[in-house]
């Protein structure tokens, strides 16, 4: 059964430092989404992808972030400057249409900013 | 902005007793999606419900659409320990694909 992956599965980085995560979304799939969860609390909406531009990004979504779709496989989430409440775990998600369509979610990177 | 608030936050059961789970929508919602996250684990998608008063079932679990499309709830009958999890419902604002999740509701389940 196809599947997102997302890598790496657990990121250490030093706050101020870029990290960027990476997803490989359902290969037939249209739009991408970027999800986070602080531990414990709900998961909460990014930003959404489609056709090589942002269609959507929440107000957590600020200049520190960016998305990409480097090639036609590969989406990535890049924070530039990491803060400490950037720790999180990051979740990629992908459907084949926007509306009334259940979207996949990937396993996921824990961010972690010390 | 559009809330989605869920009630109880957490329900800790004996196996086979019956567990529901509610939600909330400040707005009227387009269509409901709940999600199922295992502890470590990431949310696994379970069903859908678009029209108003919608009920459908999965084995033990029954969801339901409010009339209004503003409330849903899941029941699940005769919990097993392969319930244990957190269940999340999630709705998208208006004409859009990004989703709304609400807190979710963490069931336990003694054997």
């Known amino acids: 059964e196809p599947e997102v992956t997302q890598t790496p599965s657990h990121q250490v980085t030093q706050m101020g430092q870029e990290v960027i995560l990476h997803c490989v979304p359902i290969?037939?799939?249209?739009?991408f989404y970027w999800y986070r969860q602080i531990l414990g609390q709900k998961v909460e909406f990014l930003v959404s992808?489609?056709?090589?531009?942002?269609?959507?990004k929440s107000e957590i979504f600020d200049d520190q972030f960016s998305v990409e779709r480097p090639d036609g496989s590969n989406f990535t989430l890049k924070i530039r400057s990491t803060k400490l409440e950037d720790s999180a775990m990051y979740f990629c998600?992908?459907?084949?249409?926007?509306?009334?369509?259940?979207?996949?979610f990937g396993p996921g990177t824990r961010l972690t900013v010390l | 902005g559009q809330q989605v608030m869920q009630i109880p936050q957490y329900q800790h059961v004996q196996e086979g007793e019956d567990f529901t789970t509610y939600c909330n929508s400040s707005t009227t919602l387009s269509n409901i999606q709940w999600y199922k996250q295992r502890p470590g684990g990431h949310p696994v998608f379970l069903i859908q419900?678009?029209?108003?008063?919608e009920v459908k079932k999965q084995k033990r679990l029954t969801f339901q659409f409010g009339e209004a499309k503003k409330n849903s709830s899941l029941h699940i009958t005769a919990t097993q320990t392969t319930d244990v999890g957190t269940y999340f419902c999630?709705?998208?604002?208006?004409?859009?694909?990004?989703?709304?999740f609400g807190q979710g509701t963490t069931l336990q389940v003694k054997p």
């Open positions: 998600a992908s459907s084949i249409e926007i509306h009334y369509n259940e979207q996949f």
């Open positions: 999630a709705g998208p604002p208006g004409n859009t694909g990004k989703l709304i």
């Open positions: 992808f489609y056709n090589n531009e942002i269609s959507e």
């Open positions: 290969s037939n799939h249209l739009y």
């Open positions: 419900l678009v029209k108003s008063g």
